[in-house]
């Protein structure tokens, strides 16, 4: 018999390629971190002698989900700009928090607190954007969470760095300082083309290139940012980066709710991706993105988060049930983005936009072991006619009792594990405390106007 690390035997296995696929009593093997076979249980148990053999009876095993968007540090953020419109929220409340909070210790802290929810929320990987890059890949590392980081850019100073020069200066500097993390990769993070300049961008372009990492910006969030391009520029958001040389494979426009048809057909074209943040969009009244009408021309929709500043939890099943019901919804069509769409958009999607498609996002053969086990035997999920739907319409982040990245098990029974021990949670709990603290000070000295 061949010895692997781990044999996980599930109920079912649904490995997202191919498309539509329920596989019933199987098991996955892993072997150095990456799925060495996926085969019937009652195959797999003459054929492994596992060191660890782990075994599902009632749950379904999936990838694990991808969070295409979020500002992780921004955990600790949360309730602090409640039931405000984007642009108060932003200016009245965000960013002068962020002028008088934001630190290495503050990232750091914050990513921490982020990357439990997510792991046991079944993300293994996040897509993020926020300062100090290199202290959130460093905090995602630490819990064994897969991450790519962006490289941000804008024109105004910050705690973290004086200008665009400086931005993506020092966050080059890091991702040279963190090549040799397996669990970190980096992106191109120019925050928005109402914040960053021609020139920025155009250098953003061709970094892009050179480095040949993915570009992730916000785009078209609401019609305001689109009315002031136009009064600004001349020209749409969209128009404009297309011009600088940034709307193509690498791009990965984020929220991107108000698109005319034909800069859908564009994004189409050029195989861009939009990272689709349903819960923020509602939550900040910023309109409905045209999902079915983004799937239907072949663009890549993954799911994001957003920051919990914006959003509250970071949770990808409930993104990927708000974006199945809002896409029928908006469309008028009840077979809009159909429950194994919105598990590919959560997965296989997400994965492509971030150039790892052939790293994670499916159960296959030679990639990456990051994996879920969601426990499908409550009242709530039974009966289950139908496992890909149940995951979608039924399933919730609290039924996630297993959690694999590159192999190495990081959720057990809802307890996040490393190196085969329990994390200590009460370090991560008093930092949020001593945060929460300081938020509630930094409010008091800069109070919300009420008008």
């Not at 782990?54 to 979020?70: D, F, K, R, Y």
């Not at 940012?225 to 749409?236: A, I, K, N, P, T």
């Amino acid at each position: 018999m061949r010895p692997v690390d781990t044999l996980i035997s599930a109920r079912w296995v649904v490995p997202v390629v191919p498309r539509g696929a329920v596989l019933a009593d199987h098991s996955v093997a892993v072997e150095g971190g990456r799925i060495a076979a996926v085969l019937p249980t009652a195959l797999a148990r003459t054929q492994f002698a596992p060191v660890r053999h782990v075994e599902l009876p009632q749950h379904v095993l999936a990838p694990g989900l991808i969070n295409a968007h979020a500002h992780a540090a921004m955990n600790l953020l949360r309730g602090a700009g409640d039931d405000l419109p984007l642009a108060r929220w932003l200016n009245e409340r965000i960013w002068p928090l962020e002028r008088a909070l934001v630190s290495e210790r503050f990232v750091y802290d914050g990513t921490r607190l982020a990357a439990a929810e997510m792991l046991r929320a079944g993300i293994t990987c996040c897509n993020d954007m926020y300062f100090f890059p290199e202290q959130a890949a460093r905090a995602f590392a630490e819990l064994g969470m897969r991450c790519v980081v962006g490289i941000i850019a804008l024109e105004f100073p910050s705690a973290y760095a004086a200008d665009a020069d400086d931005y993506l200066r020092k966050g080059l500097a890091a991702r040279d300082a963190l090549r040799g993390e397996p669990l970190v990769g980096f992106s191109l993070a120019p925050h928005a083309p109402y914040t960053v300049a021609d020139a920025t961008l155009a250098r953003v372009a061709m970094l892009a290139e050179e480095l040949d990492v993915p570009v992730h910006t916000h785009v078209h969030e609401t019609a305001a940012e689109v009315e002031e391009s136009v009064r600004l520029h001349g020209v749409r958001p969209l128009e404009r980066l297309d011009r600088l040389g940034l709307v193509s494979e690498r791009l990965l426009a984020v929220h991107a709710v108000h698109l005319l048809p034909e800069e859908i057909a564009r994004l189409a074209q050029r195989g861009a991706s939009v990272a689709h943040c349903p819960a923020s969009n509602l939550k900040l009244a910023s309109g409905f993105a045209p999902t079915a009408a983004l799937l239907g021309q072949g663009v890549k929709v993954a799911f994001g988060t957003d920051g919990a500043a914006s959003n509250n939890r970071l949770d990808l099943f409930e993104e990927m049930r708000l974006a199945a019901l809002l896409a029928k919804g908006a469309a008028n069509d009840a077979s809009a983005l159909p429950a194994w769409q919105a598990l590919e958009c959560a997965t296989m999607h997400a994965a492509g936009a971030l150039g790892l498609s052939d790293q994670i996002g499916s159960i296959e053969v030679g990639k990456n072991a990051d994996l879920i086990a969601v426990d499908l035997s409550g009242p709530e999920t039974q009966p289950c006619p139908d496992v890909v739907s149940q995951l979608v319409y039924c399933a919730g982040r609290e039924h996630v009792s297993g959690v694999w990245v590159a192999g190495d098990r990081v959720v057990a029974d809802r307890r996040i594990m490393r190196n085969e021990r329990q994390v200590d949670y009460e370090p991560i709990a008093a930092s949020a405390l001593y945060w929460q603290a300081r938020v509630h000070a930094a409010g008091r000295a800069s109070p919300l106007r009420v008008t």
